[in-house]
């Protein structure tokens, strides 16, 4: 039973990392948004399992979150705005996406290495989630930095999100992860509904194209 | 699992926390015997719900001194009367610093901000609505803070410090320019990243903390945590203060997460500015100091030292090359909050006695300080209607009062004497140089590039031929030569007991 | 004796208030000066009486809490006391008439006071945080006074390059205090006393007094600053920056390197007397090439501490091999110096300052003929300038002259580096002396005799009773201090007896008052009896002749070789009295150059004369410094202007660094 | 009684020394001129000439103090003051220098270094006075002259240096008594120090090849442009100053470096007709030499003098670093 328990909850973990990768690879932006929905969908799957195996069903309430909001809405919303704000279909990459790639496969052998003298003593499943939950996070750090296109961007600091949600649901018995991923549900909403309102199209940093050209070289 | 309530088994460690003295979550719902502390967050909290409905600008600004005076007082009673720590909130040596300090810059600043918006109402920049939503932004803002000095809890402070953060941000963005969006984006986008790693670390402590403690709530309340810290296991603890340290270090400012700060110090208001320099990254810096005497001690964890110098150093010297070409006079103090916090964190890092004693001085003389900055350039930029330095000049010409405050104000920040800077950049300089000679002449050439720049663009503010529009001004003074006073008092003379007690967090510190 | 003392300084940081609040009136400057007169009278006062006897100190609950401020006073900062009132009393006599013609009093008035409260604390100073705390204060103090005019041109920079310099110095000190205290923090004096350092340790600290203390001396080449700042200054603050604030500074130094530090070793020597000798020729060079007054007493300043620190050299290195007597000697005379310096610098830009305000320029080349309309300015000035070219009887001649027999004492030292250095030294410091006349013949040739080269000196007022007043006594006192060179040295005696165990001997037992540093048959001086020769001679020669022979004076036009030219701009102008001395010195030392446009034959543009100079240390060491700088925030601006995926990469950057840190470590 | 007696006796002494002292004074004065005649007298019959009379300059001097002084119209106090103050202060030097007798009374009021000091102190006030008037001669006399000053002082200093060193003191008295002795022996130092004191003896007193003495052409003159405006008595003062340095120099280098003859101040009064015989010979030998050195050389130009100069610096400087590295140097 804990066996059993144990190998889902893992296999679950590798999932999230190895859809983590799957966005790396990505070059349209619709399929992105697609592998964004299925990244939350490992995740809402991860958090309920935890709930189920560490009797916590207020994490349930977390998995919910996961699948309506970030598995559903927010690739809809993003999917909208792309459409509506007449964004490039293709994800601009700032080095090439095999680079990319292998930077990401260092990323996790760094996430190992660095969980690697964590002693196992409570219960396996914190050395090896956690190593997992890193790699998911450097990844999202990773694609928003090596992603010069907004919707990206946002889907890179999801899956950021994902993989910290991921450890705290990992986490035997942490109080307040429900609050928290309500609390980052808003954050990313305010993302969202700030790109929108501010139209940035291209980068993360643009406010209004015309705009900055004028006040960027003046100011010090 | 009962996850909101309960006494803790282990609370008892530190000493005596009685079952009823546990704090609940929603602070006042002990009507009986409101506590200061609980007072100390209630007062901004219900100010807050107050000014967004009052329609007046000047009863708001009134009002929102008032609160500020009330959570002042407030917070010096719990210099005398001090509750026991509970499971959420604690009031230690260590934070009263904290508190009473954030509290009196928070209420100096609601002063100087009261005839800062008049100006600004007049000029139009802004309307009496955006008011009603400054102030009440402003108490949020004064609540989350005070929130995440008082937190007993690692998620709890998390929670504050994003809350003050996102108040922040939106008051960054009040004048909807297109630099202060942008400003308030750069510190949004950056502040997630931030707030993100810093809920990681926040996690990888908890579950270090909890095959010692146990499951549940007990395992993010820092005396339990602190008590435990020897047996937590140190590589998860290693990691975890890594992610805290990018985490909370973007909100201190420290190069290179430093990016949002020039910015949002720049675009908004100027009395955020004040409070951005003067208390917030005194809050993160707090809550990085929590978790640095959390790795303290435990003995077999990464010395959380080195880190802190070499990102302290670098912010220093960083900071001191960027403020050469500031052409924008808010900006050009953003930077220097940057050194200064660099200076800080180094203190913190180099650790001992002096180097802890130095750390607490420097970031209260930089507080005062800085803020006292901000209200004369605030005045400043006011009058000769931009923030361009170029646009400044002679000031101490045209306005004595504006531009001797400035010039008082900079050589406070330069660590010139009379001024406590002074005192605290010696007890670094010195104590460093005695144990890591390397360091302290890499700190002191980064004090001398800051010192250089930040002359430069004194000498063509406040002296040299008149520059830029000659406007009358409508400053309040008062703000501005507390904060001089009381730095130039620390300078010449430390109050024994204040010496004791920051001797005795220096030595909580480690 | 010390409560009296640091009472005044109390009293002076009160007058710097009330200076603050009664600036714009007519009563402030009165208060001030009047104020600041009489308390550094007291302190003269209390510093004479306090020379020979014992240490007396006093704790403040002051400053750093366990610490305190730990005031002492012992024989050394006794007579540096002495010499900051007498410095700041003459000053501030000064002062009251001169303080007349402050346009903006508000921007001295509160700043004087303070700036002579720093000096005075800094000699009292007895532990590290008082001491630098005095130090910067007073830098701070004296930066503000150096900003006065600051709408003039150059003042910016000056006072840019004065504080920043001023703060290098200080963070060195701080540095040098780091390392005597140790890790413990006993940053009290006495502690450190007990602590003597060694090797590296000993090595580092002498490095960084010798830099921190130099800079603020004026020791090339951290000297850049000086010609800047001193001349920016109101004139009086100019003649204490010069006359007293770097006697501070040359404290500073004697402070740490002999008294903190224990003995010196003899390497340490050989770079004391390096910069010394270096100095001393660099600023007497400088002096001559400049045309402005002030910028000219300021120069020849960094010549003097050049000379102060050639005697301090000489005391290092005579102490290092264990001779005291000549050590004594050699400290007596740098002494002795610094104490001459304080009177001919400040009655030298007392003068300046009076020229300033009867004529409204610094501008040599806009001076002369001051010596008609402005006679006792006249004359204090030729006190002064002969004073300071060291001509017998008068004071300049009197230390010099110690320094060079300091330096004929040993020649048999036994190392190496010190037998090269001392004779090397003494000629750098017979140049200089030489130099320092022909620079002084300059100054007072060209702007007090021959024509008005301008309407403005040409209708020049002699100045106020009080500025006269002050000249005067410091002329007095130059003639009196080198006509009884004795009682100045057993004056001084109690402080070397401090510093080096060992005096020189009694001088004023000679019932001539003849001076002998060793013995009488081997060199000795009487300023007393030679003055009285020349007076003598020169009544006899006179008399006599007018009784004898004639006495008859016919007035004419000038003869000039039978080819008067009635413009005065005929007359040699200061930069042509220093072309030759600028071929051949300069031509070397500061790269002069000179070009000579000469127009063709039937043009009728005027032929031009243009001249470079190069400060060599500036190029050298600042220039490549500034660019430095100026190119890494150059490069580093850049980080301003990134876009936000960029800075999250740094962020992303930190971190994946961090974790790596980590995984090495562990 | 025997108290009295002593002290009568001192008192004697210290009469018989003052007088002494006052003879050498009025000796330096009255044989000054005179050695500016030989001089000029050898000098003319070496150019066979017949020249003017040794005594000449008496004459000169006679005549001019008894002249008005025609005086510029905007000279001022200075102008008047300097020729008298540049008179006794070199007349004082010279009396400082050791010429027939060792230490005489007044001897220890000033060393070497006070003479030179005393010298410098009347170029100083001479190249004052010549910028007096504000013309262009003045200045450019004053401005040549603190040139050559600026090196000749301290080669001065260096020979000074080199003899101090030796001696073991700045005292000339001293100095000349240690030179006497056997102690000595030959030195190459002492000799590159007598090779640099004769150039800067030329130098000092404007004699070829630095400077002229008998021209008037403006170009080349130095000290002679400095005192182009003074007249009558004022002028006579100048000349004879002129003529004391000449003497001193002479004097200087016979005491330093001939000490033949010299008598010891406590020495019976016979002794002294030899000292005097002494000196007056080596009077006659050195204006001998420096008047066959003036007629065998020609003048420099004016830039070159720095060199010439500069030689003697660097002879000096030599010398005394021998003397630091080796006492036997």
Same mark, same amino acid.
């Given at each position: 039973?804990?066996?059993?328990?144990?190998?889902?909850?893992?296999?679950?973990?590798? %999932? *999230?990392?190895?859809?983590?990768?799957?966005? &790396?690879?990505?070059?349209? +932006?619709?399929?992105? =948004?697609? !592998?964004? #929905?299925?990244?939350?969908?490992?995740?809402?799957?991860?958090?309920?399992?935890?709930?189920?195996?560490?009797?916590?069903?207020?994490?349930?309430?977390?998995?919910?979150?996961?699948?309506?909001?970030?598995?559903?809405?927010?690739?809809?919303?993003?999917?909208?705005?792309?459409?509506?704000?007449?964004?490039?279909?293709?994800?601009?990459?700032?080095?090439?996406? %095999? *680079?990319?790639?292998?930077?990401?496969?260092? &990323?996790?052998?760094?996430? +190992?290495?660095?969980? =690697?003298? !964590?002693? #196992?003593?409570?219960?396996?499943?914190?050395?090896?989630?956690?190593?997992?939950?890193?790699?998911?996070?450097?990844?999202?750090?990773?694609?928003?930095?090596?992603?010069?296109?907004?919707?990206?961007?946002?889907?890179?600091?999801?899956?950021?999100?994902?993989?910290?949600?991921?450890?705290?649901?990992?986490?035997?018995?942490?109080?307040?992860?429900?609050?928290?991923?309500?609390?980052?549900?808003?954050?990313?909403?305010?993302?969202?509904?700030?790109?929108?309102?501010?139209?940035?199209?291209?980068?993360?940093?643009?406010?209004?194209?015309?705009?900055?050209?004028?006040?960027?070289?003046?100011?010090? | 699992?009962?996850?909101?309530?309960?006494?803790?088994?282990?609370?008892?460690?530190?000493?005596?926390?009685?079952?009823?003295?546990?704090?609940?979550?929603?602070?006042?719902?002990?009507?009986?015997?409101?506590?200061?502390?609980?007072?100390?967050?209630?007062?901004?909290?219900?100010?807050?719900?107050?000014?967004?409905?009052?329609?007046?600008?000047?009863?708001?600004?009134?009002?929102?001194?008032?609160?500020?005076?009330?959570?002042?007082?407030?917070?010096?009673?719990?210099?005398?009367?001090?509750?026991?720590?509970?499971?959420?909130?604690?009031?230690?040596?260590?934070?009263?610093?904290?508190?009473?300090?954030?509290?009196?810059?928070?209420?100096?600043?609601?002063?100087?901000?009261?005839?800062?918006?008049?100006?600004?109402?007049?000029?139009?920049?802004?309307?009496?609505?955006?008011?009603?939503?400054?102030?009440?932004?402003?108490?949020?803002?004064?609540?989350?803070?005070?929130?995440?000095?008082?937190?007993?809890?690692?998620?709890?402070?998390?929670?504050?410090?994003?809350?003050?953060?996102?108040?922040?941000?939106?008051?960054?963005?009040?004048?909807?320019?297109?630099?202060?969006?942008?400003?308030?984006?750069?510190?949004?986008?950056?502040?997630?990243?931030?707030?993100?790693?810093?809920?990681?670390?926040?996690?990888?402590?908890?579950?270090?903390?909890?095959?010692?403690?146990?499951?549940?709530?007990?395992?993010?309340?820092?005396?339990?945590?602190?008590?435990?810290?020897?047996?937590?296991?140190?590589?998860?603890?290693?990691?975890?203060?890594?992610?805290?340290?990018?985490?909370?270090?973007?909100?201190?400012?420290?190069?290179?997460?430093?990016?949002?700060?020039?910015?949002?110090?720049?675009?908004?208001?100027?009395?955020?500015?004040?409070?951005?320099?003067?208390?917030?990254?005194?809050?993160?810096?707090?809550?990085?100091?929590?978790?640095?005497?959390?790795?303290?001690?435990?003995?077999?964890?990464?010395?959380?030292?080195?880190?802190?110098?070499?990102?302290?150093?670098?912010?220093?010297?960083?900071?001191?090359?960027?403020?050469?070409?500031?052409?924008?006079?808010?900006?050009?103090?953003?930077?220097?909050?940057?050194?200064?916090?660099?200076?800080?964190?180094?203190?913190?890092?180099?650790?001992?006695?002096?180097?802890?004693?130095?750390?607490?001085?420097?970031?209260?003389?930089?507080?005062?300080?800085?803020?006292?900055?901000?209200?004369?350039?605030?005045?400043?930029?006011?009058?000769?209607?931009?923030?361009?330095?170029?646009?400044?000049?002679?000031?101490?010409?045209?306005?004595?009062?504006?531009?001797?405050?400035?010039?008082?104000?900079?050589?406070?920040?330069?660590?010139?004497?009379?001024?406590?800077?002074?005192?605290?950049?010696?007890?670094?300089?010195?104590?460093?140089?005695?144990?890591?000679?390397?360091?302290?002449?890499?700190?002191?050439?980064?004090?001398?590039?800051?010192?250089?720049?930040?002359?430069?663009?004194?000498?063509?503010?406040?002296?040299?031929?008149?520059?830029?529009?000659?406007?009358?001004?409508?400053?309040?003074?008062?703000?501005?030569?507390?904060?001089?006073?009381?730095?130039?008092?620390?300078?010449?003379?430390?109050?024994?007991?204040?010496?004791?007690?920051?001797?005795?967090?220096?030595?909580?510190?480690? | 004796?010390?409560?009296?003392?640091?009472?005044?300084?109390?009293?002076?940081?009160?007058?710097?208030?009330?200076?603050?609040?009664?600036?714009?009136?007519?009563?402030?400057?009165?208060?001030?000066?009047?104020?600041?007169?009489?308390?550094?009278?007291?302190?003269?006062?209390?510093?004479?009486?306090?020379?020979?006897?014992?240490?007396?100190?006093?704790?403040?609950?002051?400053?750093?809490?366990?610490?305190?401020?730990?005031?002492?006073?012992?024989?050394?900062?006794?007579?540096?006391?002495?010499?900051?009132?007498?410095?700041?009393?003459?000053?501030?006599?000064?002062?009251?008439?001169?303080?007349?013609?402050?346009?903006?009093?508000?921007?001295?008035?509160?700043?004087?006071?303070?700036?002579?409260?720093?000096?005075?604390?800094?000699?009292?100073?007895?532990?590290?945080?008082?001491?630098?705390?005095?130090?910067?204060?007073?830098?701070?103090?004296?930066?503000?006074?150096?900003?006065?005019?600051?709408?003039?041109?150059?003042?910016?920079?000056?006072?840019?390059?004065?504080?920043?310099?001023?703060?290098?110095?200080?963070?060195?000190?701080?540095?040098?205090?780091?390392?005597?205290?140790?890790?413990?923090?006993?940053?009290?004096?006495?502690?450190?006393?007990?602590?003597?350092?060694?090797?590296?340790?000993?090595?580092?600290?002498?490095?960084?007094?010798?830099?921190?203390?130099?800079?603020?001396?004026?020791?090339?080449?951290?000297?850049?600053?000086?010609?800047?700042?001193?001349?920016?200054?109101?004139?009086?603050?100019?003649?204490?920056?010069?006359?007293?604030?770097?006697?501070?500074?040359?404290?500073?130094?004697?402070?740490?390197?002999?008294?903190?530090?224990?003995?010196?070793?003899?390497?340490?020597?050989?770079?004391?007397?390096?910069?010394?000798?270096?100095?001393?020729?660099?600023?007497?060079?400088?002096?001559?090439?400049?045309?402005?007054?002030?910028?000219?007493?300021?120069?020849?300043?960094?010549?003097?501490?050049?000379?102060?620190?050639?005697?301090?050299?000489?005391?290092?290195?005579?102490?290092?091999?264990?001779?005291?007597?000549?050590?004594?000697?050699?400290?007596?005379?740098?002494?002795?110096?610094?104490?001459?310096?304080?009177?001919?610098?400040?009655?030298?830009?007392?003068?300046?300052?009076?020229?300033?305000?009867?004529?409204?320029?610094?501008?040599?080349?806009?001076?002369?003929?001051?010596?008609?309309?402005?006679?006792?300015?006249?004359?204090?000035?030729?006190?002064?300038?002969?004073?300071?070219?060291?001509?017998?009887?008068?004071?300049?001649?009197?230390?010099?002259?110690?320094?060079?027999?300091?330096?004929?004492?040993?020649?048999?030292?036994?190392?190496?580096?010190?037998?090269?250095?001392?004779?090397?030294?003494?000629?750098?410091?017979?140049?200089?002396?030489?130099?320092?006349?022909?620079?002084?013949?300059?100054?007072?040739?060209?702007?007090?005799?021959?024509?008005?080269?301008?309407?403005?000196?040409?209708?020049?007022?002699?100045?106020?009773?009080?500025?006269?007043?002050?000249?005067?006594?410091?002329?007095?006192?130059?003639?009196?201090?080198?006509?009884?060179?004795?009682?100045?040295?057993?004056?001084?005696?109690?402080?070397?007896?401090?510093?080096?165990?060992?005096?020189?001997?009694?001088?004023?037992?000679?019932?001539?008052?003849?001076?002998?540093?060793?013995?009488?048959?081997?060199?000795?001086?009487?300023?007393?009896?030679?003055?009285?020769?020349?007076?003598?001679?020169?009544?006899?020669?006179?008399?006599?002749?007018?009784?004898?022979?004639?006495?008859?004076?016919?007035?004419?036009?000038?003869?000039?070789?039978?080819?008067?030219?009635?413009?005065?701009?005929?007359?040699?102008?200061?930069?042509?009295?220093?072309?030759?001395?600028?071929?051949?010195?300069?031509?070397?030392?500061?790269?002069?150059?000179?070009?000579?446009?000469?127009?063709?034959?039937?043009?009728?543009?005027?032929?031009?004369?243009?001249?470079?100079?190069?400060?060599?240390?500036?190029?050298?060491?600042?220039?490549?410094?500034?660019?430095?700088?100026?190119?890494?925030?150059?490069?580093?601006?850049?980080?301003?202007?990134?876009?936000?995926?960029?800075?999250?990469?740094?962020?992303?950057?930190?971190?994946?660094?961090?974790?790596?840190?980590?995984?090495?470590?562990? | 009684?025997?108290?009295?007696?002593?002290?009568?006796?001192?008192?004697?002494?210290?009469?018989?020394?003052?007088?002494?002292?006052?003879?050498?004074?009025?000796?330096?004065?009255?044989?000054?001129?005179?050695?500016?005649?030989?001089?000029?007298?050898?000098?003319?019959?070496?150019?066979?000439?017949?020249?003017?009379?040794?005594?000449?300059?008496?004459?000169?001097?006679?005549?001019?103090?008894?002249?008005?002084?025609?005086?510029?119209?905007?000279?001022?106090?200075?102008?008047?003051?300097?020729?008298?103050?540049?008179?006794?202060?070199?007349?004082?030097?010279?009396?400082?220098?050791?010429?027939?007798?060792?230490?005489?009374?007044?001897?220890?009021?000033?060393?070497?270094?006070?003479?030179?000091?005393?010298?410098?102190?009347?170029?100083?006030?001479?190249?004052?006075?010549?910028?007096?008037?504000?013309?262009?001669?003045?200045?450019?006399?004053?401005?040549?002259?603190?040139?050559?000053?600026?090196?000749?002082?301290?080669?001065?200093?260096?020979?000074?240096?080199?003899?101090?060193?030796?001696?073991?003191?700045?005292?000339?008295?001293?100095?000349?008594?240690?030179?006497?002795?056997?102690?000595?022996?030959?030195?190459?130092?002492?000799?590159?120090?007598?090779?640099?004191?004769?150039?800067?003896?030329?130098?000092?007193?404007?004699?070829?090849?630095?400077?002229?003495?008998?021209?008037?052409?403006?170009?080349?003159?130095?000290?002679?442009?400095?005192?182009?405006?003074?007249?009558?008595?004022?002028?006579?003062?100048?000349?004879?100053?002129?003529?004391?340095?000449?003497?001193?120099?002479?004097?200087?280098?016979?005491?330093?470096?001939?000490?033949?003859?010299?008598?010891?101040?406590?020495?019976?009064?016979?002794?002294?007709?030899?000292?005097?015989?002494?000196?007056?010979?080596?009077?006659?030998?050195?204006?001998?030499?420096?008047?066959?050195?003036?007629?065998?050389?020609?003048?420099?130009?004016?830039?070159?003098?720095?060199?010439?100069?500069?030689?003697?610096?660097?002879?000096?400087?030599?010398?005394?670093?021998?003397?630091?590295?080796?006492?036997?140097?």
């Amino acid at each position: 039973m804990h066996s059993l328990s144990f190998d889902i909850a893992h296999m679950l973990a590798g %999932g *999230l990392v190895l859809v983590s990768f799957l966005m &790396l690879y990505q070059d349209r +932006l619709y399929a992105l =948004l697609n !592998v964004l #929905a299925l990244h939350a969908l490992v995740l809402a799957l991860s958090v309920a399992w935890q709930a189920h195996i560490q009797d916590a069903p207020h994490l349930y309430i977390t998995a919910a979150i996961a699948l309506g909001f970030k598995a559903i809405l927010i690739p809809w919303a993003l999917r909208k705005m792309v459409f509506r704000l007449g964004i490039h279909r293709e994800v601009e990459t700032v080095v090439s996406i %095999g *680079l990319t790639m292998l930077a990401g496969m260092a &990323l996790v052998a760094l996430s +190992l290495q660095v969980m =690697l003298p !964590v002693t #196992a003593q409570a219960d396996p499943v914190a050395r090896e989630d956690i190593a997992l939950a890193l790699s998911v996070v450097l990844i999202g750090l990773l694609m928003m930095v090596t992603r010069r296109n907004a919707v990206s961007q946002v889907v890179g600091f999801l899956s950021l999100e994902n993989g910290i949600i991921f450890a705290a649901t990992g986490a035997r018995g942490m109080p307040l992860v429900v609050e928290i991923s309500v609390a980052f549900s808003v954050l990313i909403a305010f993302i969202v509904v700030g790109i929108f309102l501010f139209r940035i199209r291209e980068r993360f940093d643009t406010v209004d194209d015309a705009a900055l050209d004028q006040f960027r070289g003046g100011r010090s | 699992m009962d996850r909101f309530q309960g006494p803790s088994p282990l609370a008892g460690v530190q000493g005596a926390a009685p079952p009823g003295g546990v704090r609940g979550e929603a602070p006042g719902t002990h009507t009986m015997t409101i506590d200061p502390v609980e007072l100390v967050l209630l007062v901004p909290l219900v100010a807050a719900a107050l000014l967004v409905v009052v329609p007046s600008y000047r009863l708001g600004a009134a009002g929102n001194m008032l609160a500020c005076l009330v959570t002042l007082v407030c917070a010096l009673m719990l210099l005398g009367d001090r509750p026991v720590p509970g499971q959420y909130l604690l009031v230690d040596d260590l934070n009263v610093v904290f508190i009473v300090l954030n509290s009196f810059v928070g209420f100096t600043t609601s002063t100087f901000s009261a005839s800062y918006i008049a100006h600004e109402l007049e000029t139009g920049r802004l309307t009496p609505r955006h008011l009603r939503f400054y102030h009440a932004m402003f108490q949020l803002m004064l609540f989350g803070m005070n929130l995440a000095l008082v937190a007993n809890n690692i998620g709890l402070m998390w929670v504050a410090v994003e809350l003050a953060t996102l108040t922040t941000v939106v008051m960054v963005g009040i004048y909807r320019t297109h630099e202060a969006l942008e400003a308030a984006w750069k510190y949004f986008i950056l502040g997630s990243v931030g707030i993100a790693l810093a809920l990681f670390g926040t996690i990888l402590v908890y579950i270090a903390a909890r095959p010692v403690v146990g499951e549940g709530m007990d395992a993010m309340v820092w005396t339990t945590l602190i008590a435990h810290a020897r047996d937590f296991d140190p590589p998860l603890l290693n990691i975890a203060f890594i992610f805290l340290l990018l985490g909370y270090g973007t909100k201190v400012g420290l190069a290179p997460l430093h990016a949002w700060l020039p910015d949002a110090h720049a675009e908004g208001p100027t009395p955020i500015s004040a409070v951005l320099s003067g208390l917030l990254l005194n809050v993160a810096l707090y809550a990085l100091l929590r978790f640095k005497m959390l790795l303290a001690a435990n003995p077999d964890a990464i010395a959380p030292g080195p880190l802190m110098i070499a990102l302290g150093l670098l912010s220093v010297i960083f900071a001191g090359l960027m403020l050469y070409r500031r052409r924008d006079i808010k900006r050009l103090f953003a930077y220097s909050s940057i050194e200064h916090m660099g200076i800080i964190v180094f203190a913190f890092g180099m650790a001992g006695p002096l180097g802890n004693f130095a750390g607490l001085l420097q970031m209260t003389m930089h507080s005062l300080t800085k803020s006292a900055i901000f209200f004369t350039v605030g005045h400043i930029a006011q009058v000769k209607g931009t923030q361009r330095i170029a646009e400044m000049g002679g000031l101490t010409e045209t306005h004595p009062l504006l531009g001797w405050g400035l010039v008082a104000g900079v050589a406070a920040i330069l660590g010139l004497p009379p001024f406590g800077v002074f005192t605290s950049e010696f007890l670094v300089v010195t104590s460093t140089f005695a144990r890591e000679p390397v360091l302290a002449v890499l700190l002191v050439i980064g004090l001398l590039l800051a010192f250089g720049a930040l002359l430069l663009r004194l000498t063509d503010v406040a002296f040299g031929p008149v520059r830029g529009p000659i406007g009358p001004v409508h400053a309040s003074y008062i703000p501005l030569f507390a904060h001089l006073l009381l730095v130039l008092i620390a300078g010449i003379w430390l109050p024994g007991p204040m010496v004791a007690w920051f001797q005795h967090v220096a030595a909580l510190l480690g | 004796m010390i409560s009296l003392v640091a009472l005044c300084v109390l009293a002076l940081l009160v007058l710097a208030l009330l200076g603050a609040v009664t600036a714009l009136m007519p009563v402030g400057r009165v208060l001030v000066y009047g104020g600041s007169l009489v308390l550094c009278l007291v302190l003269l006062v209390a510093g004479l009486a306090s020379l020979d006897t014992t240490v007396q100190r006093v704790t403040l609950p002051l400053g750093l809490p366990w610490i305190g401020a730990h005031l002492r006073l012992d024989a050394l900062a006794a007579g540096f006391l002495v010499l900051i009132g007498l410095g700041g009393a003459g000053a501030s006599l000064f002062a009251l008439g001169y303080g007349r013609h402050e346009h903006a009093p508000q921007r001295v008035l509160p700043f004087y006071p303070a700036f002579l409260a720093g000096m005075v604390l800094v000699v009292l100073a007895d532990d590290a945080f008082l001491f630098l705390f005095a130090w910067e204060l007073m830098s701070l103090a004296s930066w503000a006074l150096v900003m006065t005019d600051h709408q003039a041109e150059g003042t910016a920079r000056a006072g840019f390059v004065y504080l920043l310099m001023a703060t290098f110095s200080g963070l060195t000190l701080l540095l040098a205090f780091g390392l005597l205290a140790g890790a413990q923090g006993g940053y009290d004096f006495a502690s450190m006393r007990q602590a003597h350092p060694t090797g590296l340790l000993a090595a580092l600290v002498f490095v960084l007094a010798t830099i921190g203390a130099g800079s603020k001396a004026g020791l090339v080449p951290l000297h850049v600053w000086l010609p800047l700042a001193h001349p920016a200054a109101p004139s009086h603050v100019s003649a204490l920056m010069s006359g007293v604030m770097t006697k501070v500074a040359v404290y500073g130094f004697i402070r740490i390197v002999f008294d903190l530090m224990g003995g010196p070793v003899w390497w340490q020597a050989v770079v004391v007397l390096a910069l010394g000798g270096v100095t001393a020729v660099l600023g007497v060079l400088q002096a001559l090439m400049e045309h402005d007054v002030k910028r000219l007493l300021a120069c020849s300043t960094i010549e003097n501490v050049g000379i102060i620190f050639i005697g301090l050299g000489l005391a290092m290195a005579f102490q290092v091999n264990g001779f005291i007597a000549g050590a004594a000697l050699a400290m007596t005379a740098a002494l002795f110096h610094a104490f001459n310096h304080t009177l001919f610098k400040s009655l030298l830009f007392f003068t300046a300052g009076s020229v300033l305000s009867a004529t409204g320029t610094r501008d040599l080349e806009r001076l002369g003929g001051l010596i008609h309309r402005m006679p006792p300015t006249a004359v204090v000035a030729l006190v002064g300038c002969m004073a300071i070219s060291a001509l017998p009887p008068l004071n300049g001649f009197a230390s010099e002259w110690l320094i060079f027999q300091a330096v004929l004492l040993r020649p048999d030292l036994p190392q190496w580096g010190l037998k090269f250095m001392l004779p090397v030294d003494g000629a750098l410091l017979a140049l200089a002396a030489a130099l320092a006349a022909a620079c002084f013949v300059r100054l007072f040739g060209i702007g007090f005799l021959g024509r008005p080269r301008s309407p403005a000196a040409a209708e020049a007022q002699e100045v106020d009773r009080f500025s006269i007043a002050a000249m005067a006594v410091f002329a007095a006192l130059c003639l009196l201090a080198g006509l009884f060179p004795g009682a100045a040295i057993d004056a001084i005696a109690p402080i070397v007896d401090l510093l080096l165990a060992g005096r020189m001997p009694v001088q004023l037992a000679d019932p001539w008052l003849t001076i002998a540093p060793i013995a009488a048959s081997r060199s000795s001086y009487n300023g007393l009896l030679v003055a009285t020769f020349i007076v003598v001679s020169t009544t006899i020669a006179a008399v006599g002749i007018h009784r004898l022979a004639s006495r008859a004076v016919r007035r004419a036009p000038i003869w000039d070789c039978g080819f008067p030219d009635a413009r005065p701009i005929t007359q040699y102008s200061g930069a042509s009295f220093a072309q030759p001395l600028r071929r051949i010195f300069g031509a070397v030392v500061f790269r002069a150059h000179e070009t000579v446009d000469m127009p063709a034959p039937g043009e009728t543009r005027p032929a031009t004369i243009r001249k470079t100079i190069h400060d060599p240390v500036w190029d050298a060491l600042y220039a490549p410094l500034v660019g430095l700088v100026t190119w890494a925030a150059e490069a580093m601006n850049v980080l301003q202007f990134l876009t936000i995926r960029r800075y999250l990469a740094f962020v992303f950057a930190a971190l994946v660094v961090l974790l790596l840190a980590l995984t090495l470590w562990q | 009684m025997a108290v009295t007696e002593a002290t009568l006796a001192e008192a004697m002494a210290a009469l018989g020394s003052l007088l002494v002292q006052f003879l050498q004074m009025a000796l330096v004065l009255a044989l000054s001129p005179l050695l500016t005649g030989v001089v000029r007298k050898v000098k003319a019959r070496l150019q066979r000439r017949q020249g003017a009379s040794v005594i000449q300059p008496y004459r000169d001097l006679r005549r001019l103090m008894g002249k008005e002084v025609v005086l510029a119209d905007n000279a001022s106090w200075l102008f008047r003051v300097a020729p008298y103050f540049i008179f006794a202060s070199t007349w004082v030097a010279a009396t400082l220098v050791p010429t027939f007798a060792t230490g005489l009374l007044f001897s220890w009021s000033g060393d070497l270094i006070v003479i030179t000091a005393l010298v410098g102190s009347a170029r100083f006030v001479q190249a004052l006075a010549g910028m007096d008037i504000g013309t262009s001669f003045g200045g450019l006399g004053a401005s040549r002259e603190v040139m050559i000053a600026s090196l000749a002082e301290p080669a001065m200093m260096m020979i000074v240096f080199c003899v101090a060193l030796i001696a073991g003191c700045t005292q000339l008295s001293t100095i000349a008594g240690f030179m006497l002795s056997e102690a000595v022996g030959l030195r190459v130092s002492l000799a590159l120090a007598l090779v640099a004191l004769i150039i800067v003896a030329v130098a000092e007193n404007s004699r070829i090849p630095v400077d002229n003495p008998a021209t008037h052409l403006e170009l080349t003159m130095v000290h002679e442009a400095m005192v182009l405006e003074y007249s009558g008595r004022h002028l006579a003062m100048i000349e004879l100053a002129s003529s004391v340095k000449l003497l001193l120099y002479v004097s200087l280098i016979g005491c330093i470096f001939v000490p033949v003859g010299l008598v010891h101040g406590s020495a019976p009064r016979a002794a002294y007709a030899i000292g005097i015989v002494a000196w007056l010979a080596k009077l006659a030998v050195g204006g001998t030499l420096l008047a066959v050195l003036e007629t065998s050389v020609a003048k420099m130009r004016v830039f070159r003098v720095p060199n010439f100069l500069g030689a003697a610096l660097m002879l000096g400087l030599l010398g005394v670093l021998l003397l630091f590295v080796s006492r036997g140097m």
